[in-house]
């Protein structure tokens, strides 16, 4: 599976961004999806994750502020991010735990991230 971020960018505090990720490689399903993050001279971590059935997570830092979605019909998802802070600064990456392929199961696939940028 294949997953391609978009979106990032540089954007002043207080303003908004939305990721997308889509994913490609001949799929039937994909599980549960989600976005990432790593900042500099930090540990990746988990912003927000949703499963199949649109059930979703978030990070207590991003709650209220971010918003995970995702359309089945075109395997992609989305992160739309409002009132953004300098502390969001990171590369954003888009992660599918399982995925039903043509060429079978595949797991645990990771995009190569988005960067984004907020100016205090």
């Known amino acids: 599976v294949q997953l391609v971020e978009s979106g990032g960018g540089l954007v002043q505090a207080g303003g908004s961004l939305t990721l997308s990720c889509a994913a490609s490689g001949r799929i039937y399903s994909i599980g549960d999806m989600g976005w990432y993050r790593q900042a500099p001279g930090k540990e990746r971590e988990a912003v927000a994750l949703i499963a199949r059935d649109g059930y979703t997570t978030y990070a207590d830092s991003v709650k209220g502020r971010f918003t995970i979605s995702r359309d089945n019909t075109k395997n992609m998802i989305y992160l739309r991010m409002n009132n953004l802070k300098p502390e969001d600064t990171a590369v954003y990456y888009c992660?599918?735990?399982?995925?039903?392929?043509?060429?079978?199961?595949?797991?645990?696939?990771w995009g190569r991230g988005t960067q984004v940028t907020v100016s205090s």
């Open positions: 992660h599918a735990d399982r995925a039903a392929t043509q060429r079978g199961p595949e797991y645990d696939s």
